[in-house]
């Protein structure tokens, strides 16, 4: 037997304002009860960027003892850490905002949620490969794999671009030193690698004499290789020989080391942030974060760092922007930014609206409930009476 279905002939202006109310004051209920929720992995977030925090101080301590003195033109917060324009031991051109927005200790928290994200638990090993143009995020990174129990095994890069660790006697593997020293953070890296195109250092030899001096001063052995594939091959058997067997549940790229993420192809194929799973045609580059993406392990790509501080909220903007130019102030009090809190929907609120919007909808166009409430007023003109289906 065959079911007979009506429906109205049009919807009449009636039943369509009803619906719009009904949206607009779903909007507004929505709005008025959203309240400010914490963020997961809060605690262990506060304490991964008040260890960051520290080890700024103890690098800007360094800094001013060891001289130049800070640049407060191009360093405004004086941290110590943004490095000189160029030195022997500079590499490649820097970038100076992404230098400047780096040094925030909150994004030691934007690491505990992206290593929670990817599954990391305490024990896990997490393979490293850092690089001296960001030495804030490299401790950043160091701090949160420590406050979660997780064994870092690093790999460093010596030199750095513009404005990054490239004080040639204050480079980033001193600084992982220090810091070891004064007991605020307790990894070393395993070995160095020149950094640079490819890996090959600083362009004249005064740079790479000044890199093999660096690597001697901080007892860490110096890879130098031929070639970006055999630069590339060291490192997978440094971390092999480190592992003992183990295997690697993340592996945390800091900056664009072509050795790490495979040429300026491979830096581009992977997201900046967690990436879950491997970019397509990734398996054409050579590189640690290549391979190691191909073999199934989650990868996190630090790059394009003001992109990721705004997306992790470390980066309020202005209505207006200030007379400097800029246009976001960074929230560097280490709880302050959104990676701890922000301000959510409630959901069950938001899941009733919806429900309700779309029942209105099924109601007043897809059956004849609508209809039949309207039609004792003016509805009834403008609506029409029900159209018999089959």
Known sequence: MKKVYWRPRTVSRTALLLIAMLSVAGLVISEFTKTEQRRPYRESKLAAARAAEEAFEII???RVEAGPPIDSDHDPSETGIIGLPTSVITSVHGVLPAKQVSVNPNFAAVMVEMLREAGAKKGDVVALGLSGSFPALNICAVAACETLGLEPL?????????WGANVPHLMWIDMERILNEKGVLHTRSLAVSPGGQEDEGPATEEGMEAVREGAERNGLKLIEEDSLEDHVKARRDIYRDALGGRPIKVYVNVGGGATSVGTHIGKDLFEPGLNLVAPPRVDRLPGVMPQL???????IHLVNIVNLAARYGLLQPLETPSEEGDEFIQLREVGTAGVFQGID???PVVAFVLATILFALWGFIRTDIGFRLLRGGAARKAAGPPEPMV
Do not use: N
Not at 154 to 161: C, K, L, M
Not at 293 to 299: D, H, M, S, T, V
């Open 154 to 162: 690093v790999i460093s890069s010596a030199s750095a671009s513009e």
């Open 345 to 347: 929907y409630r959901k």
């Open 293 to 299: 993406a191909k073999e199934g392990i989650p990868c």
């Open 60 to 62: 800007k301590e360094a």
